[in-house]
């Protein structure tokens, strides 16, 4: 898969760009609201191939994308999107270097057009902890309706977390 948007590459991961993951995903400000993390190297190598792996699937449902800058092709960070019949989940985590620029943002529409263009699903989803003000400020800026809020519904790092849930349905969408 191959995205361009304005300022932005969104493509397949290739296992040299696990150098350049690495750089944020063993940071523990970046993973603190994640499932996973902070990484070591052996981890985001495997991420990685494990992801190009999943490439090769018929009919492939899971999709976990490198972002780069179009200018410089630099790495940094990751989105992705996961199929479920007619609803899609997406998701994203970049290098703080490049936070509060809108790039999370613009890789998010263009999960969401990839979404109902491509996917014709009737509805997007997310998911972020509540404690992450940056993600939910990027899913209600790209349409996302806020529907809930899900109590204690995953154990990670030793404790139950609570989420937010946000949506947006096909008859929603704007490009
Ligand atoms: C959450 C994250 C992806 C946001 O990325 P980003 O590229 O900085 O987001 P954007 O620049 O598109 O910001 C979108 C809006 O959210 C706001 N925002 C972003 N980070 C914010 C923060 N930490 N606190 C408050 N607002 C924030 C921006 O100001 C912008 O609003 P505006 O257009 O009104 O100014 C980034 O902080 C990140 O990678 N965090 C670690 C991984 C993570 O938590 N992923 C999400 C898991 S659910």
């Known amino acids: 898969m191959y995205i361009e948007t304005s300022r932005l590459i969104i493509r397949d991961l290739v296992m ?3 150098v350049h993951i690495h750089v944020y995903a ?27 792996e999943n490439q090769r699937a018929v009919d492939r449902t899971d999709f976990e994308f490198a972002v780069l800058l179009k200018d410089s092709n630099q790495l ?14 997406i998701g994203y985590c970049f290098n703080p270097e490049y936070w509060r620029k809108g790039y999370a943002s613009e890789a998010s529409k263009a999960l969401l057009k990839l979404a ?7 509805r997007v989803y997310a998911t972020c902890r509540p404690g992450n003000i940056g993600s ?15 109590r204690e519904h995953l154990w990670t ?3 139950f977390h609570d989420s937010y849930l946000f ?4 008859n ?4």
Do not use: R
């Open 16 to 18: 040299e760009d696990w």
């Open 26 to 52: 063993s940071n523990p400000k970046v993973t603190e609201h994640m499932i996973w993390g902070p990484n070591d190297e052996d981890e985001t190598k495997s991420y990685v191939k494990q992801q190009i």
């Open 76 to 89: 940094i960070g990751g989105c992705g999107i996961y199929i479920k019949e007619l609803n899609a989940e």
């Open 116 to 122: 109902f263009e491509k996917f014709k699903v009737h």
């Open 136 to 150: 939910a400020n990027v899913l209600s800026k790209i349409g996302m309706k806020k529907e809930g809020h899900l």
């Open 157 to 159: 790092k030793g404790k």
């Open 167 to 170: 949506s947006i349905l096909e």
């Open 172 to 175: 929603e969408y704007t490009e």
